[in-house]
């Protein structure tokens, strides 16, 4: 059974950073894709970033483009999500995802519990 545990959420200012943790456990992956998404109030659930665990390439929403950074690290099992120059827009409930078919952007079956990011203006 596939678990993930998301971490590293909390509140920060217009243009401070923060970086979220996903801990995965319960199988190999190195065939999955691993996922960020985000989910503001009153909106549908988005996209934010994801990384093929076996090579580590990378997609990005064009709205994090060259402010989040997506890694993995294959010792602890864990991906995680730095977000730097966040803005109020960022403000959401971030979720990480999983799944060995998963295009880059959807498909995902497995799901973690979600983390709050809040940003102050």
């Known amino acids: 059974q596939v678990q993930l545990v998301e971490s590293g959420g909390g509140l920060v200012q217009t243009g401070g950073s923060l970086r979220l943790s996903c801990a995965a456990s319960g199988r190999t992956f190195s065939p999955y894709v691993m996922g960020w998404f985000r989910q503001a109030p009153g909106k549908e659930r988005e996209f934010v970033a994801a990384i093929q665990w076996s090579n580590g390439s990378t997609h990005y929403a064009d709205s994090v483009k060259g402010r989040f950074y997506i890694s993995r690290d294959n010792a602890k099992n864990a991906v995680y999500l730095q977000m730097n120059s966040l803005k109020p827009e960022d403000t959401a409930v971030y979720y990480c995802?999983?799944?060995?078919?998963?295009?880059?952007?959807?498909?995902?079956?497995?799901w973690g519990q979600g983390t709050q990011v809040t940003v102050s203006s």
């Open positions: 995802a999983a799944d060995p078919v998963a295009t880059m952007t959807a498909g995902y079956d497995y």
